[in-house]
């Protein structure tokens, strides 16, 4: 015969399953402020300019800070093309740019990737192209 009544629950494993359902309100209460601040678009307008070079890295990224205040600005340059010996990311040191002003990125070549980041708002990732 099939005995048709489920198993009984244990108080400890019930306890259990309240703490991890607990924790999980908890961490997800702490989370949410968290990301809402990360979702901010970081204001800054990015344009790049060919510029003459003998090195073979023609474009510079011109990164103009839109807000009211200012911005610490990082980030990293993700190469396209990297040999063996070489790392495949560049960094971009911490620099502040008061409103209105620009921040630069030099030493481009066609595809790279700069993502640059500030506190409090999401990074911002662009392409370099291949053409003007």
């Known amino acids: 015969m099939i005995n048709?009544?489920?198993l009984p629950v244990r108080s400890s494993t019930r306890r259990h399953a309240l703490l991890a359902l607990a924790c999980a309100f908890v961490l997800s209460l702490v989370a949410i402020p968290?990301?809402?601040a990360a979702d901010k678009p970081l204001p800054v307008t990015a344009t790049f300019e060919k510029v003459a070079s003998t090195e073979g890295t023609p474009f510079?990224?011109?990164l103009k800070n839109d807000s009211k205040d200012t911005l610490k600005l990082s980030g990293k340059v993700l190469l396209s093309v990297v040999n063996h010996a070489?790392?495949?990311a560049r960094a971009v040191p911490e620099q502040s740019v008061e409103a209105g002003k620009v921040m630069t990125v030099t030493g481009l070549s066609g595809d790279d990737k700069v993502i640059v980041s500030a506190a409090g708002f999401a990074?911002?990732?662009v392409?370099?192209?291949f053409k003007l």
């Open 4 to 6: 048709s009544h489920p």
């Open 34 to 36: 968290a990301l809402q």
């Open 60 to 62: 510079v990224l011109h």
């Open 86 to 88: 070489m790392d495949k």
């Open 123 to 125: 990074p911002l990732e």
């Open 127 to 129: 392409k370099v192209p």
